[in-house]
């Protein structure tokens, strides 16, 4: 059975740093791509940070240089280190992976494969 899990979300303070979690089994971790994305009630769900096979990484506008996405093969979990979060940061976040047969786009488009139920992330004080 294929299963992705986000775990890390949580309350913050705008400044602060969390780290999410996605915990992925049922499937070859190495041959995946795997993002990050962000949704807000209202909002399309937003590509935020993607990560290739490669390691060959992507980050949306209003993320970069704050986080970054990274995989662990010998744990099959992706990562998302997110520093000096904002207000604006606050949303439901939620990993994803397809199998890298084209090149990737970071978008929920091209994600058609396996997705976690999400974590919800607020910056607040």
């Known amino acids: 059975e294929v299963q992705l899990v986000e775990s890390g979300g949580g309350l913050v303070q705008p400044g602060g740093s969390l780290r999410l979690s996605c915990a992925a089994s049922?499937?070859?971790?190495?041959?995946?791509?795997f993002g990050w994305f962000r949704q807000v009630p209202g909002m399309d769900r937003e590509g935020i940070a993607c990560?290739?096979?490669?390691?060959?990484?992507y980050y949306t506008d209003s993320v970069d240089g704050r986080f970054t996405i990274s995989t662990d093969n010998n744990k099959n979990t992706a990562y998302l280190q997110m520093n000096n979060l904002k207000p604006g940061d606050t949303a439901v976040y939620y990993c994803?992976?397809?199998?890298?047969?084209?090149?990737?786009?970071?978008?929920?488009?091209?994600?058609?494969?396996?997705w976690g139920t999400g974590t919800l992330v607020t910056v607040s004080s």
């Open positions: 994803a992976a397809k199998y890298q047969d084209s090149p990737l786009r970071c978008s929920s488009k091209w994600f058609r494969g396996y």
């Open positions: 990560i290739k096979t490669d390691g060959t990484t």
């Open positions: 049922g499937f070859t971790f190495g041959d995946y791509a």
